[in-house]
């Protein structure tokens, strides 16, 4: 079955350093990835997603992702923090449906001045 | 705004209870999820309505049932409650059955703290 497995559950970073957020899959079969971002008291929305198009995918504010074959990767990258950046991230993945989506546990992160 | 309605947004309930918490998708959207964000299990997939009919079934719970009514609205019914079905309940729709490509609206979801 496929998985994602996310390294880091927090990550700090100043405001305007790179933020990067690691994501690994595990999947028999070339994998659909998607990552969703989550504010404080609010429900996910989607960032991004890998549907086997381009390997780099650019999603809303700034973000963008790579999908390395060779490396099993789905990172999220953005060039320079901002302070609304503050929230928790999930990568998720299916093979099948968009009921399927398997989630990642999620890493919070956190921008300081 | 996702354009996703849940209420309530907070219930709070004691062991044994059963209640109900509502989702209205956006407008146009006939399929609704529903997910199950908690500490331990993280965030997983319950259950899918397409149009009135179940179309997919995640980890839910025999003590769980959900249904999906004409008027697009759906209703997921948690009984028997226990300390460990406290969770931020969510819910989502798209517009189509559940095609991979498609993107999930997710409401802000209902905190589900039982004592």
């Known amino acids: 079955a496929q998985s994602v497995t996310q390294l880091g559950s927090h990550v700090s970073v100043s405001e305007g350093a790179l933020v990067l957020l690691r994501c690994n899959y595990s999947?028999?079969?070339?994998?659909?990835l998607f990552w969703y971002v989550q504010y404080p008291n609010q429900g996910l929305q989607l960032l991004l997603k890998?549907?086997?198009?381009?390997?780099l995918v650019k999603g809303i504010n700034g973000f963008e992702a790579e999908f390395k074959k060779s490396e099993t990767s789905f990172h999220l990258t953005k060039p320079s923090a901002h302070m609304s950046d503050a929230a928790e991230y999930f990568c998720?993945?299916?093979?099948?449906?968009?009921?399927?989506?398997?989630f990642g546990t999620g890493t919070r992160l956190q921008v300081t001045l | 705004d996702s354009g996703v309605t849940q209420t309530p947004k907070h219930l709070i309930t004691a062991t044994g209870q059963r209640v109900t918490l509502r989702c209205s998708p956006r407008?146009?959207?006939?399929?609704v999820y529903w997910y199950q964000q908690s500490l331990d299990q993280g965030l997983q997939f319950l259950i899918q309505?397409?149009?009135?009919?179940?179309?997919a079934k995640g980890n839910i719970l025999e003590r769980f049932s959900a249904q999906q009514f004409p008027d697009l609205h759906s209703e997921l019914n948690l009984s028997s409650l226990e300390l460990g079905d406290s969770a931020l309940y969510f819910c989502?729709?798209?517009?189509?059955?559940?095609?991979?490509?498609?993107?999930?609206?997710f409401g802000s979801g209902t905190q589900l703290s039982v004592l």
């Open positions: 989502a729709s798209s517009p189509h059955p559940g095609e991979v490509r498609e993107k999930l609206f």
């Open positions: 999947s028999s079969v070339p994998p659909y």
């Open positions: 890998y549907t086997s198009a381009a390997t």
């Open positions: 998720a993945t299916t093979t099948g449906t968009a009921s399927k989506l398997t």
């Open positions: 407008s146009g959207d006939l399929s």
């Open positions: 309505y397409y149009n009135g009919e179940e179309r």
